[in-house]
């Protein structure tokens, strides 16, 4: 259980605890009570600020607690329940907290409000109205999706605003079904924008996670689509990916329009030949919808068949079907532990395939890699007029930079681009997960924004884990298409 305490005209300033485990953690945006007072200087006059808003909340509490002049009753029935919930409530609080409340109480020909809410809403509605009176709650995670419903509802923005952060930080916590996949469909289905989009890049970023969790075959059809639509998936390679679509389809037996949409979103062209071809002989699920993907396993065949520059004179290289996506398999790249991250510069060098397509299975590609955590660009370094000094490449006040380049050139390179993909890890909830995702040509200096939340110098840093910066760098070769156009 955790405790968010806010104050509707406060700034947020969140802490969480890390484990469901932990004692209550107190979530504040902004003391009630000032330690020191603040002084101004106005036309010679001092002025001082002695605040005691936490005896206000105190008893304001109290006041809720207590029914002590009380002048509305709130309550609350559930469809098809028998269980009510009644409330003495006071219009004055209710009116300033929620102009929903206002706007009823306005109304209203008795002191008896009636207020009808689902079970999950009526289960926390106390928690709720506590909230309008001190502003803090204490809540756990499944009691997140009600408590933004009602402040949603009934338009409480402040406690709104800090749900949605509850649960944009705490979508790495362990919970037996899951939790992600739910509240990105409430985020969907409410509007809010942050909620829906957080979750969605968690779950793509964090994809192996979710495909061997009991939630992956509950996701619904909508979400599963725009996870196989994405090429920023983070996953150990497109095998596993139909492993778990495969797994989905049996578990929801979908229309056959949604089965044949979510298998023509595998790109089979990343997938090995030999495997293609045992999935062939093997699947009941694809030797069911065998004619639906047929065209895909042609092309995809001849993508291994062939050298990458011949299949650009004829095919359209650049659709989905040959373009990789964020594969952790060594094929693909490299993890980089990175003790100390801001003590100096350093480098290393690792090995990928020259691309997905069989034809190149044998070719390999070394690469040289070097961090530096203090970058400055050209622009922005110190100028020397001295004849002959040289410039520092390092210097402080710089900023984390990576460069990835190829120990050789070669022919082979012709017709493709290298695209690098730099994963930063993150500890949250005790849990390693994926916290960005930059992609460049050369340099993350071409992000600009590179590691630019994480405080290195910080021992308590998410971004260290042992005080070493946990990356893993994915090399993708994109295909130029040649296919001459025809006036």
Known sequence: ??????????????????????????????????????????????????????????????????????????????????????????????????PVFEEILLSRNSSMLVLRESS????????FIRYLYCGELSLRLDQATPLHKLATKYQVLSLQQGITQYMTQNLARDTPSGHVAGWYEYGLQAGDVTLRDSCLQY??????????????????????????????????????????????????????????????????????????FLLQTQSTILARYQESVRDLLYMSYQFHSASPLQMAKYFDVNCSLFVPRNYLSPVWGSPWIINNPTRDDRSMSFQTQLGPSNHDANKRVTWNVLFSPRWLPLSMRPMYTETGAMQPTRVDGGRPRIIITPATSSTDFAGVSFQKTVLVMAQQQGKVVVKHVYNFHQSTEENGDFLAEADLYRRTSEYLMDSSLFLHIVVKPLYQTLISTKN
């Open 1 to 98: 259980m955790q405790i968010v305490q806010t104050f509707p005209a406060l700034k947020s300033m969140y802490c969480f605890c890390p484990s469901p485990r932990s004692p209550p953690t107190v979530v504040s945006l902004q003391p009630f009570c000032m330690a020191k007072a603040e002084g101004a200087q106005d036309g010679g006059s001092h002025w001082d600020t002695i605040s005691h808003s936490l005896v206000l909340v105190q008893r304001l509490e109290a006041l809720l607690i207590q029914g002590n002049g009380s002048d509305v009753s709130l309550r609350v029935e559930t469809p098809n329940a028998d269980e009510v919930k009644v409330i003495q409530a006071h219009a004055l609080v209710l009116s300033l907290q929620s």
């Open 120 to 127: 999950d809403c009526a289960a926390v509605f106390d928690k």
């Open 203 to 276: 779950m793509a970023w964090n994809l192996s996670s979710l495909l061997q969790s009991g939630e992956w075959v509950t996701i619904s059809s909508q979400l599963l689509m725009s996870l196989l639509q994405r090429s920023d998936l983070v996953l150990q390679s497109e095998m596993e990916l139909f492993s778990a679509l495969e797994a989905w389809i049996i578990q929801n037996d979908p229309d056959g329009l949604t089965a044949e949409n979510a298998l023509r979103a595998v790109r089979y062209a990343m997938i090995p030949p030999r495997e293609l």
